[in-house]
């Protein structure tokens, strides 16, 4: 096993590192929420950071001709193969060390991945990627729920009924989109035993994104954390309210923090408090009303989406974690 950097835990806001490794020369839209989840990792790391990101909008609109926010290595990989990447560069550091041809000292891995990258086409790589305990690496999920860099296509991970260019509402189906959002850590965790961590994670609560991240990349061995990211462009809102929705996106119960530390699940902020019963879900409505992808919703598609989320909370392990109903004798 390589040395792994020291990155304690971050007590309080006014803790968290100054320096920045995502710095101005990207060209993201206004709000786009993902750009700071690629801050928040990177200032997580710090400077002895390794950083590969498949195509999407993190690859394209941070690498415009000449121009690049990444203050560590970066380099682009194939749209779906975060998980080769991360593997590949662990392995290919750890072999350069043990033959004296690099410095033998700690330095992070991270791959990041997009939905459409991580959820679809790269699903089996990140998968495998799991499977070696030997090397010590992240992958990261930014999740916008869509393939946002070629126009907002519809996406595993793209919500129920949501309009996207691929699933437009029309005179004849209302509603185009019509599969509920693949559930990426609880399958993640349910199937990879050998690894140690996997969370949840959202920009709008920075400080347990930032501790998350600094669990990962200490425990030891492959790792993965997914995070929701609003994105203006694709959720069709004013850019200025991304933070709000990723609280609301937490609040209503419909995105729920949690983390997986050897086989332990903990759920986080507003979720273990709802959890506890010391906080009640806000309606569902307060979020998708705030979005011009469910403008087209009608009361009953609300009504839809409240009983799937209160199904999750209420009947799945976890709660809302696994999708596996818990069945009474
Ligand atoms: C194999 C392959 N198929 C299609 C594309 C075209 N393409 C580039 S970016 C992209 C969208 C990726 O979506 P996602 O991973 O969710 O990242 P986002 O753009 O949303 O940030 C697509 C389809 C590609 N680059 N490679
Ligand atoms: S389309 Fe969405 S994810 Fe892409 S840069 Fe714009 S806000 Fe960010
Ligand atoms: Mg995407």
């Known amino acids: 096993m390589t040395q792994m950097v020291d990155l304690p835990q971050v007590r309080g806001v006014k803790n968290i590192p100054i320096e920045e490794m995502f710095t101005s020369g990207h060209r993201t ?3 786009c929420e993902s750009a700071l989840t690629m801050r928040l990792m990177v200032k997580a790391a710090g400077d002895r950071t390794i950083v590969t990101g498949s195509t999407g909008c993190m690859y ?7 121009t690049s926010p990444w203050v560590v290595p970066w380099m682009h990989t194939q749209l779906g193969s975060s998980g080769a990447a991360a593997t590949g560069t662990a392995a290919g550091l750890k072999a350069l060390m043990r033959k004296g041809k690099v410095k033998d000292e700690p330095i992070n891995v991270i791959s990041f991945c997009g939905d459409g990258g991580g959820i679809d086409m790269g ?3 990140i ?6 305990p030997e ?14 860099n070629t126009d907002i296509q519809v996406s595993g991970s793209s919500p129920w009924g949501a309009n996207s260019t691929f699933s437009p509402p029309g005179k004849v189906h209302r509603i185009m989109n019509t599969r509920w959002k693949k559930n990426m850590v609880g ?16 920009g709008s609560y920075g400080l347990d994104m930032t501790n998350k991240l600094r669990r990962a990349l200490t425990i030891g061995g492959p790792t993965f954390i997914h995070s929701i990211d609003p994105c203006p462009k694709g959720w069709d809102y004013d850019p200025k309210f991304s933070h ?8 209503t119960g419909l995105w729920v923090l949690y983390e997986i530390v050897d086989g332990e699940l903990f759920l986080n902020g507003p979720s273990k408090a709802i959890a506890k019963g010391m906080k009640q879900r806000r309606p569902v409505e307060e979020y998708l009303s705030r979005q011009g992808r469910f403008a087209h919703f009608t009361e009953e598609d609300t009504k839809f989406v409240q009983s799937k989320v209160d199904d999750m909370w209420e ?3 976890g709660p809302g974690v696994i999708p596996i109903n818990v069945k009474e004798d």
């Open 123 to 125: 699903l089996s790589g």
């Open 315 to 317: 009947r799945w392990w």
């Open 127 to 132: 998968s495998a990627s799991l499977t070696h």
């Open 60 to 66: 394209v609109a941070n690498t415009t001709y000449y």
């Open 244 to 251: 709000e929705l990723g609280m609301l996106a937490v609040e």
């Open 29 to 31: 839209c206004q709000g």
């Open 187 to 202: 399958m993640l965790a349910a199937g990879h035993p050998d690894c140690r961590y996997l969370a949840t994670s959202c």
């Open 135 to 148: 090397y010590n690496h992240l992958v990261l999920l930014y999740d916008n729920e869509s393939y946002a």
